[in-house]
């Protein structure tokens, strides 16, 4: 055999179970957003760079974007997020929406990184926003929708957490610790790079941003506060509504969450997997008041995350809560060609049951019997029919039921009751 | 204002409304293909240019798409097409997949077109293919996979027809013709461009090409003779199997139809719409023999179509058959928020209602309740609830009708069933 051409490093191949698993995912995700009232809307999969440039930050435009000039020499960016394209959409129209705004989306993105467990070049990512609305309330119902998400998947709060935190507070305590305005979005960032690097390294990376071994210790104490949320009222607030709205149990607050994008202003938040085996987080976001004005529409506050297909995958994968025996099967039923001449009418067979509202395969030409029961087998139909000369002389259809290999022959007008008995009485075991 | 970031030429933003439309279409899809046994696929959206560089013909890769280099200086192509990756991906596990294969799939493409009215630089397309059956009775259960999809859009025969013909009948006939072996490729491509050329400049290219003034006339006899299908034995036996799956009205023989690709090899298909406004193809296709050697797997057989998003959306409209008002509310109920005191309470409402089983979206905030059931009149919804201090004093909740106008308290655990009755009561008008 020749060599195969490889595919795209980074990029995945989705054979039907694959499919499936990413189907069952988006009917989850688009279950629980609408039951929050959220409408589904999408944008382009290129963007000009000049969208991302201002605010998502520079190692995710600059390092890990997909670029490339088009014929005209403007660079074109494969979007790696959404949010700058929500808000454009958002500013193109303000006028004629009404906010407050629910949409949410499911689609591809593309970030230039080194492929490994957990992580693809090409992978889907789930959005979900509310904007026009700036309170802690508003950020607790994006919250409930995760969390109502990883419920409708079957993980409980020992396997997931919602790790809560506000930007506001902690720029007020960095402020009390010394840091100036200009030192606090490099904290920031090394806030969120704890976790990836080792300790030494990491207070090393403090310490050349300018932190005293003082400070230094200071925010290591900060950073091990669980009660500091007393302090942000908008933080109370918001763990009231999460009450109300009954995920308290999925949602805890972690002042070491601060999240890597520069454009958040207030509370952020990020799902983790309880494992030790997933160290990346399951999805992020945050309060982020001041794009839609960057981007040229008039101001108006926003909050939402992203969830990437892939973590959330593997935990679900880990945890045993993919569906087990998802059902894709390409039909329940296959017709079956007895010889040359009975070909017509077993097409008419197919097309007769498809118009009662069967899912029907045929086998595409004559061939041994045994070798087409084989082939439903493999495709995992429930019954297969078989119309030869004698079935054809009393007008009959020869019904084979693959589950008890029970065969019989009915009028053909019956056929599709007969089917519907045999799919009703359950899957093979 | 400040100037919005612009979008990049050619792709589309899709708003709730629009992206309704799509999601209505891709159900279409799937409805049709599982009701013949397909199953859903789907390939990465970047592939390596050498899948494309053997088969796909010079405008498609050349002229047509989006190329870069990567990081490796590997040329990456933004698929303009998916059979390649289908081959790609039949190829990589011959040996473990069952035969006939049905696949189907609906995602992204893009090619660097001039954007105008039926095209955009970034569309979606549906394919279905039939893989590992040479006989022309595949051909027609692909082509009857078609006919049955703008059957269930609502369009008739008198609105949209599938043009067919067989390369390996025209390879024959313009052998006859006196062309040689050499010439024939170009002159499919010449076919292929009658439409999209004035007669005269259609002639030069003729003449160009080498045929004589006889030839060319007699090349226009035979793009002429509407009897010639029944010169082929594949074409005859084609048209039985349509029958036999009660399409015929929808089909017809044209011998101009060739298809622009190069790996076509025998029976190929295209979906034309009736009305002049429309003069694109809504979909085409072909059986290809030799791609899946040609991607380095064993040789296969297979047939297939491609259906783009863009031309069938316009004549839906152009015929009225999509859908008129799309189901686009976002939530059916819209739980208000009376005052500050009683914002928790309706939070705890919504998640009761959910977890009931219904679509509820809460007004985040307090604000004048006016203003709340205006903005749930825009949204859409059918129902709007009210906790104040009253109703909170007795245990109920006041349901406001949106329809009639009419407004009840009932006790909290009586809610959702009223909010039923409600909605089953109909839709407004």
């Given at each position: 055999?020749?060599?195969?051409?490889?595919?795209?490093?980074?990029?995945?191949?989705?054979?039907?179970?694959?499919?499936?698993?990413?189907?069952?995912?988006?009917?989850?995700?688009?279950?629980?957003?609408e039951s929050?009232?959220?409408?589904?809307?999408?944008?382009p999969?290129?963007?000009?760079?000049?969208?991302?440039?201002?605010?998502?930050?520079?190692?995710?435009?600059?390092?890990?974007?997909?670029?490339f000039?088009d014929?005209?020499?403007?660079?074109?960016?494969?979007?790696?997020?959404?949010?700058p394209?929500?808000?454009?959409?958002?500013?193109?129209?303000?006028?004629?929406?009404?906010?407050?705004?629910?949409?949410w989306?499911?689609?591809?993105?593309?970030?230039?990184?080194?492929?490994?467990?957990g992580?693809?070049?090409e992978?889907?990512?789930?959005?979900?926003?509310?904007i026009?609305?700036?309170?802690?309330?508003?950020?607790?119902?994006?919250v409930?929708?995760?969390?109502s998400?990883?419920?409708?998947?079957?993980?409980?709060?020992?396997?997931?957490?919602?790790?809560?935190?506000?930007?506001?507070?902690?720029?007020?305590?960095?402020?009390?610790?010394?840091?100036?305005?200009?030192?606090?979005?490099?904290?920031?960032?090394?806030?969120?790079?704890?976790?990836?690097?080792?300790?030494?390294?990491?207070?090393?990376?403090?310490?050349?941003?300018?932190?005293?071994?003082?400070?230094?210790?200071r925010?290591?104490?900060?950073?091990?506060?669980?009660e500091?949320?007393?302090?942000?009222?908008?933080?109370?607030?918001?763990?009231?509504?999460?009450?109300?709205?009954?995920?308290?149990?999925?949602?805890?607050y972690?002042?070491?969450?601060?999240?890597?994008?520069?454009?958040?202003?207030?509370?952020?938040?990020?799902?983790?997997?309880?494992?030790?085996k997933?160290?990346?987080?399951?999805?992020?976001?945050?309060?982020?008041d001041?794009?839609?004005?960057?981007?040229?529409?008039?101001?108006?506050?926003?909050?939402?995350?992203?969830?990437?297909?892939?973590?959330?995958?593997?935990?679900?994968?880990?945890?045993?809560?993919?569906?087990?025996?998802l059902?894709?099967?390409?039909a329940p039923?296959?017709?079956?060609?007895?010889?040359?001449?009975?070909?017509?009418?077993?097409?008419?067979?197919?097309?007769?049951?498809?118009?009662?509202?069967?899912?029907?395969?045929?086998?595409?030409?004559?061939?041994?019997?045994?070798?087409?029961?084989?082939?439903?087998?493999?495709?995992?139909?429930?019954?297969?029919?078989?119309?030869g000369?004698?079935?054809?002389?009393?007008?009959?259809?020869t019904?084979?039921n693959?589950?008890?290999?029970?065969?019989?022959?009915?009028?053909?007008?019956?056929?599709?009751?007969?089917?519907?008995?045999?799919?009703?009485?359950?899957?093979?075991?």
């Amino acid at each position: 055999m020749k060599n195969i051409i490889p595919s795209v490093k980074g990029t995945r191949d989705f054979y039907p179970r694959e499919m499936s698993i990413r189907t069952w995912l988006y009917n989850k995700m688009r279950q629980v957003s609408e039951s929050f009232g959220y409408q589904e809307y999408e944008g382009p999969l290129l963007e000009n760079i000049d969208l991302y440039a201002a605010k998502s930050g520079e190692e995710l435009v600059k390092e890990q974007s997909f670029v490339f000039p088009d014929r005209s020499d403007n660079l074109i960016t494969l979007r790696p997020e959404l949010t700058p394209t929500l808000m454009r959409m958002v500013a193109q129209r303000q006028g004629q929406l009404h906010f407050p705004l629910r949409w949410w989306s499911y689609g591809p993105f593309w970030r230039y990184e080194r492929p490994q467990k957990g992580r693809s070049r090409e992978f889907f990512q789930w959005n979900i926003d509310l904007i026009g609305e700036a309170s802690p309330e508003a950020d607790a119902e994006i919250v409930a929708v995760m969390a109502s998400f990883y419920k409708a998947t079957g993980l409980m709060p020992e396997d997931v957490n919602i790790l809560v935190n506000n930007r506001r507070l902690m720029d007020e305590e960095l402020n009390e610790l010394g840091l100036t305005s200009e030192q606090r979005p490099e904290a920031f960032r090394l806030i969120d790079r704890r976790d990836k690097l080792a300790p030494e390294a990491w207070r090393d990376y403090a310490l050349d941003l300018g932190l005293s071994p003082e400070q230094f210790d200071r925010l290591l104490a900060l950073l091990e506060n669980l009660e500091l949320w007393k302090e942000s009222d908008e933080l109370v607030r918001f763990f009231e509504a999460i009450d109300a709205l009954g995920v308290s149990e999925y949602v805890r607050y972690d002042p070491q969450i601060v999240r890597g994008l520069d454009y958040y202003t207030g509370i952020v938040y990020e799902g983790r997997a309880s494992t030790p085996k997933i160290r990346r987080a399951l999805a992020g976001g945050g309060r982020y008041d001041n794009l839609l004005a960057d981007v040229g529409g008039n101001p108006l506050p926003g909050t939402g995350y992203a969830m990437g297909d892939v973590v959330i995958t593997l935990l679900l994968e880990e945890t045993g809560n993919l569906p087990k025996e998802l059902d894709i099967s390409p039909a329940p039923v296959l017709v079956t060609v007895f010889d040359e001449e009975s070909l017509l009418a077993s097409y008419k067979l197919t097309a007769d049951l498809r118009e009662a509202g069967l899912k029907v395969a045929c086998y595409p030409v004559p061939a041994k019997l045994g070798k087409q029961f084989k082939y439903a087998d493999r495709i995992g139909a429930r019954v297969a029919l078989v119309i030869g000369p004698d079935e054809k002389a009393q007008g009959q259809v020869t019904i084979k039921n693959l589950l008890n290999r029970d065969q019989f022959s009915v009028p053909e007008r019956e056929v599709s009751q007969h089917i519907r008995e045999i799919l009703a009485g359950g899957k093979p075991s």
